[in-house]
Nanobody
């Protein structure tokens, strides 16, 4: 079992920045993909960004050019740098890790979420 713990959520004014962190309880190098998702009230959870083991990244159109995902394997941590925040970025942000266990079964882990609120 792997625990993912998010931190860094806060209340910020529009145009501001935040950096979210997702700390894993074990090495993240085993995961094929790690990502950030978000869920706003009354809406479905959506992908914000993900990063592969090889470092390839993918972003939702709504955050391209404003958000940057990165990973530090030595610290077992994935980050989401969020700049030029907008009120529509307000949501609970969740960290996700996908990979395979020692017997090649797929595994999928989620953190508990961290609240980001952007005021206008």
């Amino acid at each position: 079992q792997v625990q993912l713990v998010e931190s860094g959520g806060d209340v910020v004014q529009a145009g501001g920045s935040l950096r979210l962190s997702c700390a894993a309880s074990r090495s993240i190098s085993i995961f094929n993909v790690m990502g950030w998702y978000r869920q706003a009230p009354g809406k479905q959870r959506e992908l914000v960004a993900h990063i592969t083991r090889g470092g390839s990244t993918n972003y939702a159109d709504s955050v391209k050019g404003r958000f940057t995902i990165s990973r530090d394997n030595a610290k077992n941590t994935v980050y989401l740098q969020m700049n030029s925040l907008k009120p529509e970025d307000t949501a609970v942000y969740y960290c996700n890790a996908e990979g395979y266990n020692s017997v090649s079964n797929p595994v999928d882990y989620w953190g508990q979420g961290t609240q980001v609120t952007v005021s206008s």
